[in-house]
Nanobody
Framework: QVQLVESGGGLVQAGGSLRLSCAASGRPFSSYVMGWFRQAPGKEREFVSAISWRGGTTYYADSVKGRFTNSRDNAKNTVYLQMNSLKADDTAVYYC????????????????WGQGTQVTVSS
Protein backbone atom coordinates (compact mmCIF):
# COMPACT_ATOMS: atom_id res chain seq x y z
CA GLN A 1 0.00 0.00 0.00
CA VAL A 2 1.01 3.56 -0.69
CA GLN A 3 -0.58 6.52 1.06
CA LEU A 4 -0.53 9.86 -0.72
CA VAL A 5 -1.34 13.26 0.77
CA GLU A 6 -1.53 16.38 -1.36
CA SER A 7 -1.10 19.92 -0.07
CA GLY A 8 -0.50 23.40 -1.39
CA GLY A 9 -3.77 24.18 -3.08
CA GLY A 10 -5.58 27.44 -2.62
CA LEU A 11 -7.01 30.55 -4.24
CA VAL A 12 -4.81 32.52 -6.60
CA GLN A 13 -5.34 35.23 -9.17
CA ALA A 14 -4.89 34.53 -12.85
CA GLY A 15 -1.24 34.80 -13.77
CA GLY A 16 -0.13 33.71 -10.33
CA SER A 17 1.67 30.60 -9.14
CA LEU A 18 1.16 27.72 -6.76
CA ARG A 19 3.26 24.72 -5.83
CA LEU A 20 1.50 21.50 -4.96
CA SER A 21 3.18 18.79 -2.93
CA CYS A 22 2.33 15.13 -2.60
CA ALA A 23 3.89 13.23 0.28
CA ALA A 24 4.04 9.46 0.05
CA SER A 25 4.35 6.78 2.67
CA GLY A 26 4.31 3.01 2.55
CA ARG A 27 6.12 1.10 -0.17
CA PRO A 28 9.36 2.48 -1.62
CA PHE A 29 8.48 5.76 -3.26
CA SER A 30 11.17 5.47 -5.93
CA SER A 31 9.55 2.33 -7.36
CA TYR A 32 6.55 4.30 -8.60
CA VAL A 33 5.84 6.59 -11.48
CA MET A 34 4.01 9.60 -10.09
CA GLY A 35 1.22 11.31 -11.91
CA TRP A 36 -0.83 14.46 -11.44
CA PHE A 37 -4.45 14.65 -12.53
CA ARG A 38 -7.16 17.23 -12.10
CA GLN A 39 -10.92 17.23 -12.10
CA ALA A 40 -13.12 20.26 -12.59
CA PRO A 41 -16.81 20.25 -11.62
CA GLY A 42 -18.87 18.30 -14.12
CA LYS A 43 -15.82 17.08 -16.00
CA GLU A 44 -13.86 13.86 -16.12
CA ARG A 45 -10.56 13.49 -14.34
CA GLU A 46 -7.81 14.50 -16.76
CA PHE A 47 -4.11 13.88 -16.99
CA VAL A 48 -1.81 16.77 -16.13
CA SER A 49 1.70 15.34 -15.82
CA ALA A 50 3.75 12.27 -15.00
CA ILE A 51 7.31 11.79 -13.83
CA SER A 52 9.54 8.76 -14.04
CA TRP A 53 10.94 6.82 -11.09
CA ARG A 54 14.08 8.91 -10.70
CA GLY A 55 12.65 12.10 -12.16
CA GLY A 56 14.64 12.06 -15.37
CA THR A 57 11.62 11.98 -17.66
CA THR A 58 8.44 14.02 -17.49
CA TYR A 59 5.28 14.22 -19.55
CA TYR A 60 2.72 17.00 -19.67
CA ALA A 61 -0.70 17.61 -21.08
CA ASP A 62 -0.62 20.14 -23.90
CA SER A 63 -2.78 22.48 -21.85
CA VAL A 64 -0.11 22.89 -19.15
CA LYS A 65 3.10 22.43 -21.12
CA GLY A 66 5.48 25.31 -20.54
CA ARG A 67 3.60 26.50 -17.45
CA PHE A 68 3.73 23.52 -15.05
CA THR A 69 6.80 21.65 -13.84
CA ASN A 70 6.69 18.21 -12.28
CA SER A 71 9.56 17.18 -10.02
CA ARG A 72 10.27 14.70 -7.26
CA ASP A 73 12.58 14.27 -4.31
CA ASN A 74 12.90 10.57 -3.58
CA ALA A 75 14.84 11.27 -0.38
CA LYS A 76 11.78 13.11 0.93
CA ASN A 77 9.21 10.78 -0.65
CA THR A 78 7.59 13.81 -2.21
CA VAL A 79 6.52 14.89 -5.67
CA TYR A 80 5.84 18.51 -6.58
CA LEU A 81 3.84 20.34 -9.21
CA GLN A 82 4.97 23.90 -9.76
CA MET A 83 2.19 25.79 -11.51
CA ASN A 84 2.95 29.16 -13.09
CA SER A 85 0.91 31.54 -15.24
CA LEU A 86 -2.26 30.05 -13.88
CA LYS A 87 -5.49 30.49 -15.78
CA ALA A 88 -9.13 30.25 -14.76
CA ASP A 89 -9.33 26.99 -16.74
CA ASP A 90 -6.80 25.47 -14.33
CA THR A 91 -9.40 25.57 -11.55
CA ALA A 92 -9.95 22.00 -10.35
CA VAL A 93 -9.23 19.50 -7.64
CA TYR A 94 -5.71 18.23 -8.20
CA TYR A 95 -4.77 14.65 -7.39
CA CYS A 96 -1.47 12.85 -7.26
CA UNK A 97 -1.30 9.18 -8.10
CA UNK A 98 1.25 6.37 -8.03
CA UNK A 99 1.59 3.74 -10.70
CA UNK A 100 3.98 1.41 -12.47
CA UNK A 101 3.70 2.50 -16.11
CA UNK A 102 5.70 5.48 -17.28
CA UNK A 103 3.61 6.65 -20.20
CA UNK A 104 0.36 6.45 -18.30
CA UNK A 105 -2.20 9.14 -19.01
CA UNK A 106 -5.38 7.44 -17.86
CA UNK A 107 -6.61 7.22 -14.25
CA UNK A 108 -7.08 3.44 -14.46
CA UNK A 109 -3.35 3.04 -15.06
CA UNK A 110 -2.57 4.27 -11.54
CA UNK A 111 -2.85 2.16 -8.42
CA UNK A 112 -2.92 4.67 -5.56
CA TRP A 113 -4.49 8.10 -5.19
CA GLY A 114 -4.41 11.00 -2.80
CA GLN A 115 -7.49 12.78 -1.54
CA GLY A 116 -6.97 15.83 -3.73
CA THR A 117 -6.34 19.51 -3.13
CA GLN A 118 -8.47 22.35 -4.48
CA VAL A 119 -6.93 24.94 -6.78
CA THR A 120 -9.06 27.94 -7.63
CA VAL A 121 -7.87 30.58 -10.08
CA SER A 122 -9.80 33.82 -10.13
CA SER A 123 -9.94 35.82 -13.33
Amino acid sequence: QVQLVESGGGLVQAGGSLRLSCAASGRPFSSYVMGWFRQAPGKEREFVSAISWRGGTTYYADSVKGRFTNSRDNAKNTVYLQMNSLKADDTAVYYCAAGKTLVARHPYEYDYWGQGTQVTVSS
